[in-house]
């Protein structure tokens, strides 16, 4: 969460909106589950309200926390700066990187081996294969970093 915040503010694009959406976005995460995005934005927004948030902040960063799904294209430019700052790590540099992937496996140690390399290859060929990573210009520079990272890691896995 702390990285996701200085990452947009380093950029200058952190805003209120965006703020909250990083401290909701994984109030809920559980490797075992599918649902993580989901269940945090539920969470989080019923707390906003509680809260006496808007209906239109309510609905705004829930949008932005299922953003982070990575399931679609971004929508807004808010969704498309809070999706790249989350798949910053990507294009870290390459001992941060090994770092956040071994953690990462980490997070999964209860999946065996070959079912985890399996899944984890799928999941980085994903990123690979799309035309761009980034999609805002304050992290395109972190494009070909990520796609070295992408495919160091893929031959690790090999």
């Not at 808010?78 to 980490?106: H, K, M, N, T, W």
Request: net charge negative.
């Amino acid at each position: 969460m702390r990285n996701l915040l200085s990452v947009l503010a380093r950029h200058d694009v952190l805003t209120p909106t965006l703020a909250l959406a990083v401290w909701g976005h994984d109030l809920v995460y559980d490797p075992a589950r599918n649902d993580n995005e989901g269940q945090s934005a539920e969470l989080f927004g019923a707390w906003l309200r509680q809260q006496g948030a808007s209906e239109h902040l309510c609905l705004s960063v829930r949008q932005l926390i299922l953003a982070t799904r990575h399931t679609s294209p971004p929508a807004s430019r808010q969704e498309a700066l809070l999706v790249d700052a989350d798949l910053s790590i990507l294009g870290a540099a390459p001992a941060d990187f090994q770092a956040y992937e071994a953690g990462i496996r980490q997070e999964y140690a209860h999946v065996p081996e070959g079912k985890y390399r399996a899944g984890r290859r799928q999941v980085l060929e994903h990123f690979l294969k799309r035309d761009l990573i980034y999609t805002t210009p304050e992290f395109m520079a972190l494009e070909e970093p990520a796609r070295r990272n992408l495919r160091g890691s893929l031959q690790q896995l090999a």
